[in-house]
T-cell receptor, first 112, second 115 residues
């Protein structure tokens, strides 16, 4: 149990649809990041939120967006889904005073 | 810019044998380095990390890694492999620049342990 919960665990969507993935933590943190892990690849950084503001983004288009809430939960939204968006999406939190990230178990998104 | 290279996408060892997973990094600043393990259909679990100080870092499950600045390496080792070590292993370096603490991952090494 990592203390980071992601939902849903699996999801199937049709190309062109929109999806919202969720992440929550049992304890306090200021920073949450989202990563995309395609099959057979390492995770790729999507973006990071610090105190509810996006403060870093990887090489992902604007149709990937997010939110961070005061209650230690976060969302990743993807609009206009494409087949290549099929991947495992991981949420990671940086606990206050820590140098290591704690990851959730991920959401497996399949776009058909 | 920071980057990580993991040599060997697949490594197979016998149970009880030495595990050696290779990681080389590139960083323009003193690096923070990490090893994560991923079991099938699960997220990433932190094995160990190097930030500053002692260059030999001990982690969970008997793993350790040594930071070698001269070789820009951070190889992961375990003296005796166990069947439960079969998983994918990712080396990562913390990115710098801007307001982000993003992790930059290698492509992973899939470890198989033969009985």
């Amino acid at each position: 149990e990592t203390g980071v919960t992601q939902s849903p665990t699996h999801l199937i969507k049709t190309r062109g649809q929109q999806v919202t993935l969720r992440c929550s933590s049992q304890s306090g943190h200021n920073t949450v990041s989202w990563y995309q892990q395609a099959l057979g690849q390492g995770p790729q950084f999507i973006f990071q939120y610090y105190r509810e503001e996006e403060n870093g983004r990887g090489n992902f288009p604007p149709r990937f967006s997010g939110l961070q809430f005061p209650n230690y939960s976060s969302e990743l939204n993807v609009n206009a889904l494409e087949l290549d968006d099929s991947a495992l999406y991981l949420c990671a939190i940086l606990r206050q005073g820590g140098n290591g990230y704690t990851f959730g178990s991920g959401t497996r998104l399949t776009v058909v | 810019a920071q980057s990580v290279t993991q040599l060997g996408s697949h490594v197979s060892v016998s149970e009880g044998a030495l595990v050696l997973l290779r990681c080389n990094y590139s960083s323009s600043v003193p690096p923070y380095l990490f090893w994560y393990v991923q079991y099938p259909n699960q997220g990433l679990q932190l094995l160990l990390k190097y930030t500053t100080g002692a260059t030999l870092v001990k982690g969970i499950n008997g793993f350790e890694a040594e930071f070698k600045k001269s070789e820009t390496s951070f190889h992961l080792t375990k003296p005796s492999a166990h069947m439960s070590d079969a998983a994918e292993y990712f080396c990562a370096v913390r990115g710098y620049g801007g307001a982000t603490n993003k992790l930059i991952f290698g492509t992973g090494t899939l470890l198989a342990v033969q009985p």
